[in-house]
Nanobody, 124 residues
Framework: QLQLVESGGGLVQPGGSLRLSCAAS????????IGWFRQAPGKEREGVSC????????YYADSVKGRFTISRDSAKGTMYLQMNSLKPEDTAVYYC?????????????????WGQGTQVTVSS
């Protein structure tokens, strides 16, 4: 059974850091694009970062560029989102996602598998 399980969310003060993890089971991440999305209350789900399979090119939303880093560990079947210099506006439920295609996109509709979501709250 194909499954994505997230961990690593929580409460952090502004300027702090968190690392989100997403473990895949039932398939290998090597051949698929992966992405991280977030959804704040009353807002649409938005793409945060995504990464191609193959050449490993990574893409970031302007709002997180320079602060967030996406990565994958194929041996562990796990993808990560390192979040630094967190701001209150980063507060949201964060989701990992896998697209059955090597090319990464920011459109949530293009992704086929989703994690359950993990809450990130940035507040003093």
């Amino acid at each position: 059974q194909l499954q994505l399980v997230e961990s690593g969310g929580g409460l952090v003060q502004p300027g702090g850091s968190l690392r989100l993890s997403c473990a895949a089971s039932g398939f290998t991440l090597d051949y698929y694009a992966i992405g991280w999305f977030r959804q704040a209350p009353g807002k649409e789900r938005e793409g945060v970062s995504c990464i191609n399979s193959g050449d490993g090119s990574a893409y970031y939303a302007d709002s997180v560029k320079g602060r967030f880093t996406i990565s994958r560990d194929s041996a562990k079947g796990t993808m990560y989102l390192q979040m630094n210099s967190l701001k209150p506006e980063d507060t949201a439920v964060y989701y990992c996602a896998v697209r059955k295609d090597p090319g990464a996109l920011f459109s949530a509709n293009e992704y086929d598998y989703w994690g359950q979501g993990t809450q990130v709250t940035v507040s003093s």
